[in-house]
């Protein structure tokens, strides 16, 4: 079945740091990747999506690139801030049979 | 704005009992979904719905129904709660014409 690897379980960077997390898929078909961002007592939230090889999603200074080549969609901000401490998730699918996620990776930015 | 509303937030049942969490949403979303979640897991989808009436498995159904009564309401069904099933679970919605999943605030359950 479909599947999402994220490499680090967990990350710990000073505020202004470059963030980059893993993330690669294994699929049948085409499908659409996004990632999401959870808070401490909330569910997940939506930060954006990609849906076709090479198309880049963005939101709130993170982006990720879709490449169907090296079946990855790596999360990168330029400088992160100590508000940017979640957990995010890569996860890919469609909205008729759900999403399948990543496990997931713990950010801490320390001021 | 769009919003999934779950109730209880908490619940502690006994094992061997009946569970039944509830999710209310106001987007008109067709499909609705519920997902637990579980460190080491992350979030794995039990059961999903494409409207009213309709309810298909996810990747781990075992040990749970569910039910969709109407476009707004979908719930979640422990006939026979067990230890294993501790854990967080979160309803979400979606359709092709939005952009996203709308989450809810999550159902943490202890099963003791």
């Known amino acids: 079945g479909d599947s999402v690897t994220q490499t680090e379980g967990q990350v710990a960077l000073s505020e202004e740091d470059f963030l980059t997390i893993h993330c690669n898929y294994s699929?049948?078909?085409?499908?659409?990747l996004f990632w999401y961002v959870q808070y401490p007592g909330e569910g997940p939230q939506f930060l954006f999506r990609?849906?076709?090889?090479?198309e880049k999603g963005s939101s709130r200074g993170f982006e990720a690139t879709y490449d169907k080549g090296t079946t990855s969609f790596h999360l990168r901000k330029a400088s992160v801030q100590e508000s940017d401490s979640a957990v995010y998730y890569c996860?890919?699918?469609?909205?008729?049979?759900?999403?399948?996620f990543g496990l997931g990776t713990r950010v801490s930015v320390f001021p | 704005e769009a919003a999934v509303t779950q109730s209880p937030r908490n619940k502690v049942a006994v094992t061997g009992g009946k569970v039944t969490l509830s999710c209310n949403q106001t987007?008109?979303?067709?499909?609705m979904y519920w997902y637990r979640q579980d460190t080491g897991h992350g979030l794995r989808l039990i059961h999903y719905?494409?409207?009213?009436?309709?309810?298909e498995k996810g990747d781990i159904p075992d040990g749970y129904k569910a039910s969709r009564p109407s476009q707004e309401n979908f719930s979640l069904i422990l006939e026979l709660a067990t230890p294993s099933q501790t854990s967080v679970y979160f309803c979400?919605?979606?359709?092709?014409?939005?952009?996203?999943?709308?989450f809810g605030k999550g159902t943490r359950l202890t099963v003791v």
């Open positions: 719905s494409y409207g009213a009436g309709s309810t």
């Open positions: 990609a849906s076709r090889d090479k």
């Open positions: 996860a890919l699918g469609n909205y008729a049979q759900g999403l399948t």
């Open positions: 979400a919605s979606g359709d092709s014409d939005s952009t996203e999943v709308f």
């Open positions: 987007n008109n979303h067709n499909n």
């Open positions: 699929a049948s078909g085409y499908p659409a």
